[in-house]
């Protein structure tokens, strides 16, 4: 699924899976979690089953160009407990799990962070998240315009979101969040294969993968 793969403990008998490639340290982290709402009959295609899939097949393509000389390395990781447990009073104390554990033990390796979270809408439009690093995110429109993407990645700006970037953010490390947050079926039985478009999905996967094909 992810090269290298393995799976990181996360308190609470909740685990990481985590990936990579080698190259110069830090590393960039591609990531999305891949647990979702927990509501009877709930599938979470857009949260977070899209982002799932983007990195797997991000990670297929890096892994096919082969060892590049100068390039950083990759992490890929798929952050458990995003969700906070039933009956939550803060968020960011006790969601974000997976994150917050993955930063606790690699803050020292990691340069950046690419998180992908709500890409499937139709018709998708990311505004930049307000506590996303406005460097990495003018970087990420540059070549999301050069890949035909850019009319994914308006000019634009939207309030701030509390997710698994937010630990990133809160040590220092520059992160991203691709998540278009205008999505009716938000935490609703709705979302579903459905409610999504592939070719959102492919547009925020083909401007991530030429980021992480950037680094240098």
Known sequence: MLPSAHFEAVAGGLRNIVGGLPGREPAVVVGAHYDTTPIAGYLGANNSAAGVGAVIEIARDLAADGRVAGRRAVRFVLFDGEEAPAGFTDFTGQGLRGSRAYVGAHAGSTAELILLDFIANRNLR??????????????????????????????????????????????????????????????????????????????????????VRSER
């Open 126 to 211: 990311i505004p930049r998240e307000a506590d996303s690093d406005p460097r990495l995110w003018g970087r990420l429109r540059a070549v999301a315009e050069a890949v035909g993407a850019g009319h994914a990645f308006p000019d634009a700006a939207a309030n701030e979101i509390f997710d698994d970037h937010t630990p990133f953010r809160r040590a220092g490390i520059p992160a991203i969040d691709l998540i278009d947050f205008a999505y009716p079926c938000w935490q609703k039985s709705c979302d579903t294969l459905g409610e999504i478009s592939q070719s959102s999905i492919g547009d925020a996967g083909r401007a991530v993968l030429a980021l």
